[in-house]
């Protein structure tokens, strides 16, 4: 069993930077894939960003690509999430999630694991 939980969630401005972390409890996971997804109100969760459990593969939304990288420390256990020249339409409660599994995947049924959420607020 591995429990998840994520901070760093905020209000910034337009233009403006966080750093979302997800430390993780439990089993440790450096032997899964971990991930971030996000969800706006009234819309589906949608994926953002996937890295793999040696660290050397990442992938990334297109809306984020170029913006946003993902990291992980295993020895703290922990996933992270930077996020740079955000946008009003990055507003969302943002989720770490990790696969019992070395692969990643952007689809979020693959994922067994999830926080609990950070909000995360872009003011224009």
């Known amino acids: 069993q591995v429990q998840l939980v994520e901070s760093g969630g905020g209000l910034v401005q337009a233009g403006g930077s966080l750093r979302l972390s997800c430390a993780a409890s439990?089993?440790?996971?450096?032997?899964?894939?971990m991930a971030w997804f996000r969800q706006a109100p009234g819309k589906e969760r949608e994926f953002v960003s996937t890295?793999?459990?040696?660290?050397?593969?990442?992938y990334y939304a297109a809306s984020v690509k170029g913006r946003f990288t993902i990291s992980a420390d295993y020895a703290k256990n922990t996933l992270y999430l930077q996020m740079n020249s955000l946008k009003p339409e990055d507003t969302a409660v943002y989720y770490c999630?990790?696969?019992?599994?070395?692969?990643?995947?952007?689809?979020?049924?693959?994922?067994?694991?999830w926080g609990q959420g950070t909000q995360v607020t872009v003011s224009s």
């Open positions: 439990g089993r440790t996971f450096n032997t899964y894939a």
């Open positions: 999630a990790v696969r019992a599994r070395p692969r990643t995947s952007v689809a979020a049924s693959e994922y067994e694991y």
């Open positions: 890295i793999n459990w040696t660290g050397g593969t990442t």
